[in-house]
């Protein structure tokens, strides 16, 4: 087991890292006399009935949530919080997010609004959440207008990773989470790129050993740039290399094409080309991305060559982002050796290039 510290003063926490840490969840929790699960009703009954089964430290009641993006709302947030006062649970309770991305930002936003502010632990169950969500304190449920439009920055009291829960993945979605883990390697981690390369097949094939090595790794980069910028003022801003791009994607393709590391897979690939053409990244460095990318894209049949009315409707979506500064798109685009350069584009000039990839 690998243990991390994410440094943010009095809001510090530790990430616990590896196989099997689920059969001992309480050992790395506080004491409270009540716990309360949230799950979403495929991983409950994967990992949650036993969990709850095989409790005996303290009271541990359950909410399951449907699973799938949909249960980002503000209503499913009213009926947990429903829930949670009708059970009786108080200030001295936690909460236990069990589950991928969505449980972690809807339980993640119950705890930080329940009697304004409750303790609660990022028990993440898919590769993107133990790699990403779980790890910097970003919640959010979803608005007709905008994904992630309502939430907050609330930090967990512990994050608890059990890699062996990644067996029962299905193959989109690890293929989503790989899209994130490489994320780190382009902007923070040349080595790594190279180690995910010469190991994809161990990864694919879920080798214990290698997955904890690459979450851990995830986490460990994860933890730095929050612990610099928790609130995204400038550093975290590096996460966002290829979801330029993503985000428009899933907007314009109403969230049913693509998953989301799928899209950022296909963002990676369009502003890596981007950095490229601009000068700004060298032809091999371009290529061993590029590479990878392609790699991991065949594992899901992914088309990486859009048409141009989807690019036209994209750089439109993109005129809208929240990361845009000075009326012009904001691209976070890998230079080589682990680094990137914010580049600021109009919609013009972000759509000539995106045409001549
Ligand atoms: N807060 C953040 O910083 C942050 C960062 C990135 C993404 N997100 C959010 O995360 C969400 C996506 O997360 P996700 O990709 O984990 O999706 P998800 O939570 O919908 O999980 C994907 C599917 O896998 C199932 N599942 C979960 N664990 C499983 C397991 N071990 N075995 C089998 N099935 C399992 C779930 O039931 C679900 O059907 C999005 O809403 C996104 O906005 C948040
Ligand atoms: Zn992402």
Redesign the pocket.
Known sequence: METLGIDLGTRSYSIYVGQGLLQTLSSYLASRDTWVLIT????DR??GERLIGEWKDSTMYRIVLP???DT?TLTRVEETIESMLNLGVTRSSGIIAL???????VA?FCASIYMRGIAYAQV???L??QV??SV?G???V?MPQG??AVGSFYQPEVVVIDTT??R???HR?LI??LA?VMKYGVIADYEFLTYLQEHLGAILALEDQVLERIVTRCCGIKAEIVAADEREAGLRRVLNYGHTVAHALEAVTKYGTY???EAVLIGMYLEAEMARKLGLLGHDDCSEILDLIQRLGSEVELEFKLEHSLLSNMVFMMGKDKKNRDGKIAFVLPIGAGQTREVLLTNKEAQSLLECL
């Open positions: 979403d009703d495929i991983v994967l990992y699973a799938g993006e980002k589950g991928g991305g969505v449980v972690g930002d993640g993440p169950t898919t993107l959440a990403d969500s910097g970003k919640t959010a979803n994904k992630n829960t990644l029962t993945l299905p979605q989503s989470g994130e998953t989301h590391g």
